[in-house]
């Protein structure tokens, strides 16, 4: 039993790796590392209240439910799905990855109960989801991005507003700060636009940065 309970962690952290390493291109808040644990962790989790209570099974009136144990990581891994969503001026962020996390502790738990055929296939639908999806539906959502800047002109403000709704981008929030200083005033602009490729985050940056004295503070 010890090499066959070696032999689904090991599966388990490789699976969960490999779901890891999609979340580490893509420069997410949990990498490959992350998701190895939390697949490795579910599948010893699932393989102890499977095997770790027989010893006191056996003892006269009682009776215990070795599903109990393995059931609290579906909850459990929601405090660490929770810590890789970031709420950002209207923008969330991280959904994509604690779901991953989510299903990654579903697929180590299958691993950790001997169920190999469903984790391998869970984890081959989870890439899937991942990377072919987006890729064939990527026309039909749009993302979000976070743009700051400074500028002295407050005609390029107007510009600014003006293309976004000629390329049809939805502007989600726009907030202007006004300072003056040795009688010179300054507009600072905090905003979140809507856009449905990154191709179109990359002209609204370049369009931004193109007019004059304009300094442009940080993109998300």
Do not use: C
Not at 14 to 36: M, P, S, V
Not at 104 to 128: F, K, N, V
């Amino acid at each position: 039993m010890f090499w066959d309970f070696t032999f689904r962690l090991v599966i388990a952290g490789i699976l969960g790796a490999l779901i890891g390493l999609d979340r580490e291109y893509r420069a997410k808040e949990a990498g490959f590392r992350t998701h190895f644990l939390v697949s490795l962790g579910s599948a010893l989790i699932m393989i102890v209240s499977q095997y770790g209570f027989q010893d006191i099974i056996r003892e006269p009136g009682v009776s215990l439910d070795p599903s109990r144990v393995a059931a609290q990581v579906v909850s459990g891994i929601g405090f660490i799905g929770a810590g890789t969503i970031i709420l950002q001026k209207q923008i969330v962020r991280g959904l994509t990855t604690a779901a991953g996390l989510w299903a990654t502790a579903g697929i180590g738990l299958a691993i950790g109960s001997g169920m190999y055929w469903i984790g391998i296939s869970a984890t081959i639908l989870t890439l899937i989801g991942l990377e072919v999806l987006g890729y064939f539906f990527k026309s039909l959502g749009m993302h979000s991005s976070l743009f700051s800047f400074t500028t002295t002109e407050e005609e390029n403000l107007k510009k600014v507003v003006e293309d976004i709704h000629q390329k049809g981008f939805r502007l989600v929030s726009y907030k202007v700060k006004k300072n003056e200083s040795a009688g010179t005033a300054s507009f600072n602009v905090t905003m979140v636009v809507k856009t449905k490729k990154y191709e179109d985050e990359n002209y609204l940056f370049q369009f931004i940065q193109s007019l004059p004295h304009m300094t442009i503070e940080g993109m998300e």
